[in-house]
């Protein structure tokens, strides 16, 4: 089938504290020939998970759920360091937020963070945490101000207002689909079917 000439994309609301959507963010990465063959392009959007449901910043992640994750990210065959509790990861997404305007520098810096939290098991919330994680992006970037905290606020209440009640959600047209992470077949068979329905493509018979 020939590529689309314009891409279909595809919001993926996601929070840094999850480790759940890192899963996702690898599962995904790795399928990107697939999608990008597909015509389907993801854009990231960070909300505050905390602010739309029960977890709270600071609290422990509990042994029972850090097994579970691991088992799933061993099924997945992803490499994964378990954070020990719900880290505020305002900022981190403050700054991604800030980045909008410049896809490149915006992937760089979300694949920079997640490395730092999901592989080299660090804090998001330890001092010089944000400069640290900027230079192995090779990117400059300030504090996140007030204002772009704020922004974080409002698009998490406008991500709760549609439909967004956890992460990772794929808002498909105007419907949220949060599907948690599944194998790669399943979450690529997901998407070239929504993609399919989205261009009126009957698929095989």
Known sequence: MEKPSSPLRVPV???????????THRVLGRLGPELAALGIALDWHPIDLAAIT???RGEPVGPDRARNLERLAQ???????????????RP?????????EA????????EAVWSWVYQDARDLEEPGALEEIARRAALRVAPPSAGALEEIERRTAAAHAAGVRGVPTFLLDAWPVGIGIQEDETMLDFLRRFAARKRGDPGPN
């Open 103 to 110: 896809p490149d520098d915006e992937e760089r810096w979300r």
């Open 92 to 100: 981190a997404m403050a700054v991604a937020a800030l980045l909008d």
């Open 75 to 89: 099924e997945l065959g992803i490499a994964v360091a378990t954070p020990a509790h719900w880290m505020d990861s």
């Open 54 to 56: 029960a977890w709270r």
């Open 13 to 23: 609301f996601y929070d840094f504290s999850s480790t759940i959507c890192y899963l």
